[in-house]
């Protein structure tokens, strides 16, 4: 799929969206990080990052990016530009719709994908939890995984304590057919509080025993098993 084509997705699900734009307001948010950590492993060969981003939100729909320092590899910067609408389904049950344009911006091979991703959430009480499921299409490098099929699953619960501003979270995904890659397992646990209008938050991430080893040029992020924390302030 052309870079153009994923584009044209996007302004296409905006444009129907946009009828909701009277009550809009602006969200985001800046994040310091030990790494970029996705999947259970390191996109940012195992240093700090900056990630940031900006939302344009209206009625049930927003628009906007997030951006993160990355590896070598991608030349340091991703950004993805996203959009996407949610809703109620029952009572502590939602849903969300998004879409999803990943960039690697000055990039030595081509490496862009649009993803189509659902979701369902629910409140459980002392918990909530979600799934996921991702449809992600690579649209300029054949070799990392352009393929009929290709899906990322994922599930997760967040459990916080009390009255008190910490909680755990805990992710569990796949990465399932990707041509000329091993499929992969993925966890990723955090424990998370605020303080004085920051996010702090310390994490640890890794794979299964289907580590990807891709079959070309593309390397898969570094790093089996990473640590780290970082800081963030929303606004």
Known sequence: MKQSLGIG????????????????????????????????????????????????NFANCYVGFWASGTGDEYKGTEIDYETGCGGSLMGNVGWNVDFLYLTYPG????????ELRLKLSADLGMASAWARLGLPKWGDNEGAGNTSGHNRPQVGITVPFGDSPVSVSATFG????????DDYDWYHFSVDTSFQGFGLSAFYSGRGDRDPKCGDSVTSSPGDEIAGISISRGF
């Not at 969200?27 to 390191?42: C, D, E, N, P, T």
């Not at 990039?107 to 649009?114: D, E, M, P, R, S």
């Open 9 to 56: 997705i996007l302004a296409a699900f905006l444009s129907v969206s946009l009828h909701g734009a009277a009550n809009a307001e602006f969200s985001g948010g800046l994040k310091l990080a030990s790494h970029y950590a996705w999947q259970g492993g390191s996109e940012s060969n195992e240093r700090p990052v900056l990630q940031g981003s900006m939302y344009y």
């Open 107 to 114: 990039a030595t091979h081509g490496n862009n994908l649009v």
């Open 174 to 181: 796949q990465d399932n057919k990707r041509r000329g890659c």
